[in-house]
């Protein structure tokens, strides 16, 4: 059974920083796309960063300057460095991993983890 666990998340003042952490565990063959996704209350989820197997990353507008993501594909981890946070980057912050599972090393699965809470405030 594959699992993404987070970690990282909690509370800080506008300006400061706070590294997430997200490791992937079980039965998998090999893992492609990992990246952070993020939802406030009342609004839609959104993408804030992917980083593909190969080392290639994209951010959300909104993030790009401030957050810097990084993977370690030997501990199947991904990292998300936040710099200059602001009240608006106040969510609740999935990391998102695409990977085929060894059971079913042809199709290419979506896995979640539970979340992390990142609160911005004064």
């Known amino acids: 059974q594959v699992q993404l666990v987070e970690s990282g998340g909690g509370s800080v003042q506008p300006g400061g920083s706070l590294r997430l952490s997200c490791v992937a565990s079980?039965?998998?063959?090999?893992?492609?796309?990992m990246g952070w996704y993020r939802q406030a209350p009342g609004k839609e989820r959104e993408l804030v960063a992917v980083?593909?197997?190969?080392?290639?990353?994209n951010y959300g507008d909104s993030v790009k300057g401030r957050f810097s993501i990084s993977r370690d594909n030997a501990q199947k981890a991904v990292y998300l460095q936040m710099n200059s946070l602001k009240p608006e980057d106040t969510a609740v912050y999935c990391c998102n991993a695409v990977l085929r599972p060894l059971e079913r090393i042809w199709n290419r699965s979506t896995y979640w983890g539970q979340g992390t809470q990142v609160t911005v405030s004064s």
């Open positions: 980083v593909t197997a190969g080392g290639s990353t």
């Open positions: 079980g039965s998998i063959f090999s893992i492609d796309d």
